[in-house]
């Protein structure tokens, strides 16, 4: 029996309608664990040369290839980060502890008396224009149920993060080992010409790769940059504070701008008044504007685009989605330019750029 044409046309509209809910469905499956899975493929990108070195000099062994890269990456990476946050939240637990018994037991005055001169007469003006200072007190010695919820979210937050940890180093594992099949597989499945995916794969790889290099550069020029400010305002122990600033820098949407900033009020809650504020305009203008420059301009000359649109793809990912929007704003602009380069190549007429040499405009 020969198939009508429209009977055609109703099975393909079926299978799209099949394709469509069967990748919402695993989009809906990968949800929860997109960011470890895209953090994982950003790493993949990035240590794929390395997968290839390593894997001929163990003799093709490439599951111990990835296991080991994985573990450097565990050691380079996550450690760290998960070491400062248990160390960050620690003493921001014990600074709020702290803060209420001095509320307690001396009142607000007697905190606003342990404060440097020019802070304690700021301070005092602001306690004053809060009217009742007493009754604040009272309110506040009054919020212990959100504070352990506050502590509830912090241990949850922290939960969260072991547990990305851990699917994303799962996830890089995996994706070393077979990722070059997974993407040779899905190519002879697309919907798209011989090659174009793997186009788009490399366009990823190369855009992952100057993300990252970016952020590791930007990250030493800001350390480098924070040093100089810890030994002009003598700040204690500048080595210890420039390795925590390099950590800190390297998390995103976060930056060493921050890590300044916190020595500074550390600075002035100890008394050190002239060092605390050079280190609040230091922080704010010098290391604030290192990581203004120099990121969008390394990114610019990995990824062949203008440094404005690097620039607003920064601004808007960080905006739309977070911190992982530092990569995924560039990898935006070059997946939205690179489409846009294969339509031309397929419908469009070709540019001068993509002419012979010595040919007149115009020609293909």
């Keep these: 029996?020969?198939?009508?044409?429209?009977?055609?046309?109703?099975?393909?509209?079926?299978?799209l309608v099949l394709?469509?809910?069967?990748?919402?469905?695993?989009?809906?499956?990968?949800?929860?664990?997109?960011?470890?899975?895209?953090?994982?493929?950003?790493?993949?990108?990035?240590?794929?040369?390395?997968m290839e070195w390593l894997s001929g000099r163990l003799r093709g062994r490439r599951s111990l290839a990835a296991g080991l890269l994985t573990v450097g990456v565990?050691?380079?990476?996550?450690?760290?980060?998960?070491?400062?946050?248990t160390v960050l939240v620690s003493e921001a637990i014990d600074g709020i502890q702290w803060i209420r018994s001095a509320l307690q037991s001396e009142g607000v005055w007697g905190l606003v008396s342990r404060l440097p001169g020019p802070?304690?007469?700021?301070?005092?003006?602001?306690?004053?224009?809060?009217?009742?200072?007493?009754?604040?007190l009272q309110q506040l010695a009054g919020q212990g149920g959100q504070a352990a919820a506050a502590v509830g979210g912090v241990l949850a937050a922290t939960g969260?993060?072991?547990?990305?940890?851990?699917?994303?180093?799962?996830?890089?594992?995996?994706?070393?080992?077979?990722?070059?099949?997974?993407?040779?597989?899905?190519?002879?499945?697309?919907?798209l010409r011989a090659g174009?995916?793997?186009?788009?794969?490399?366009?990823?790889?190369?855009?992952?790769?100057?993300?990252?290099?970016?952020?590791?550069?930007?990250?030493?020029?800001?350390?480098?940059?924070?040093?100089?400010?810890?030994?002009?305002?003598r700040a204690p122990n500048p080595v210890f504070l420039s390795v925590l600033t390099l950590v800190v820098a390297l998390i995103p949407a976060v930056g060493a701008t921050a890590m300044v900033l916190a020595i500074a009020v550390l600075q002035l809650a100890t008394g050190h008044t002239v060092s605390g504020i050079f280190l609040a305009i230091w922080?704010?203008?010098?290391?604030?504007?290192?990581?203004?420059?120099?990121?969008?301009?390394?990114?610019?000359?990995?990824?062949?685009?203008?440094g404005g649109v690097v620039f607003f793809a920064l601004i808007g990912g960080l905006a739309v989605f977070g911190g992982i929007g530092l990569i995924l704003g560039p990898l935006v602009a070059t997946f939205l330019v690179t489409v846009l380069n294969?339509?031309?190549?397929?419908?469009?007429?070709?540019?001068?750029?993509?002419?012979p040499a010595g040919a007149p405009p115009g020609a293909a």
């Design 1 to 15: 029996m020969t198939a009508t044409p429209d009977s055609d046309l109703h099975a393909r509209r079926l299978l």
């Design 19 to 50: 394709v469509v809910l069967a990748v919402l469905l695993a989009g809906w499956l990968v949800k929860p664990f997109w960011v470890a899975l895209f953090l994982a493929a950003v790493l993949t990108a990035a240590l794929r040369r390395w």
């Design 74 to 85: 565990l050691v380079a990476l996550v450690v760290p980060v998960a070491a400062l946050g």
């Design 119 to 136: 802070v304690e007469a700021l301070a005092h003006r602001a306690v004053a224009a809060l009217g009742d200072p007493q009754r604040q």
């Design 160 to 191: 969260t993060f072991v547990l990305q940890a851990a699917m994303m180093l799962i996830a890089l594992f995996f994706f070393l080992v077979d990722g070059q099949r997974l993407v040779a597989w899905v190519d002879g499945r697309v919907p």
């Design 196 to 233: 174009q995916f793997l186009s788009l794969v490399e366009e990823f790889r190369r855009t992952s790769l100057s993300v990252l290099v970016a952020t590791a550069a930007t990250a030493g020029i800001q350390t480098a940059a924070a040093l100089a400010g810890y030994l002009i305002a």
């Design 283 to 306: 922080g704010g203008v010098v290391v604030s504007l290192v990581d203004n420059v120099a990121r969008p301009y390394l990114l610019k000359g990995g990824m062949e685009l203008h």
């Design 342 to 355: 294969m339509y031309r190549r397929e419908f469009g007429k070709p540019s001068v750029a993509d002419a």
